[in-house]
């Protein structure tokens, strides 16, 4: 990975994707680069964005994102690449809550983690386009060199009909109910009130 192109990944986090004054309560963000995880692979950045609470009794929100560079496509072991990576970090978060619940500490905080690749281009597959649209977990995007300046851009999927997935129709018997929708209710309530 080219060093260049990894800071101006890591400075496009800082200025841009965190952008300052889009969340008013934005604390701090903090960036590192080439973070190592079990069994040998690095995962090229990783950034901690903390928000404090807008209300006294909210909780704190700490959000990481994983970020993989590729000088290439992405393709489909660098998603399985970044799944691991995503468990990982849950792993290592879940320790962290463990030993602070074992110190009879309680948690006031939400923390959650999610995967960015960023490559050339984005190999177009069932699990991209169903990723891209519904997953939340893992977000693509493609980066292009122009005079010297990196850009990123959101990969959002080419909209594939993939079949029905094996989850719908294990769970073909949710239980749904309407919302109840009071503002038409009193309406329909008034207009029967002669003028």
């Known amino acids: 990975m080219s060093f260049s192109l990894l800071q101006q990944l890591s400075d496009w986090i800082e200025t841009y994707y965190h952008r300052p004054g889009l969340l008013p309560n934005l604390h701090c963000i903090r960036v590192l680069k080439n973070v190592s995880l079990p069994g040998g692979s690095v995962v090229s950045a990783v950034s901690v964005r903390h928000q404090t609470p807008r209300h006294s009794h909210a909780p704190d929100v700490f959000v990481a994102e994983l970020w993989n560079l590729r000088h290439g496509p992405i393709r489909p072991v660098d998603i399985k690449n970044m799944c691991l990576a995503l468990a990982t970090f849950r792993a290592w978060y879940s320790e ?90 009193s309406e329909d309530a008034d207009s029967s009130i002669p003028i």
């Not at 122009?146 to 719908?168: I, K, N, Q, V």
Request: hydrophobic share 40%; proline share 4%.
């Open 96 to 185: 962290i809550l463990e030993e602070a619940e074992l110190s009879g500490l309680r948690r006031r905080h939400r923390f959650s983690v999610h995967g960015n690749l960023i490559g050339v281009s984005v190999k177009v597959t069932d699990v991209v386009d169903l990723l891209s649209h519904h997953g939340g977990e893992v977000a693509f995007w493609t980066y292009r060199v122009s005079s010297g300046r990196t850009e990123f851009d959101p990969y959002c999927g080419e909209g594939l009909r993939a079949p029905r997935p094996t989850l719908a129709q294990m769970l073909d018997h949710l239980a749904w109910e309407a919302p109840t929708d009071s503002v038409h209710a």
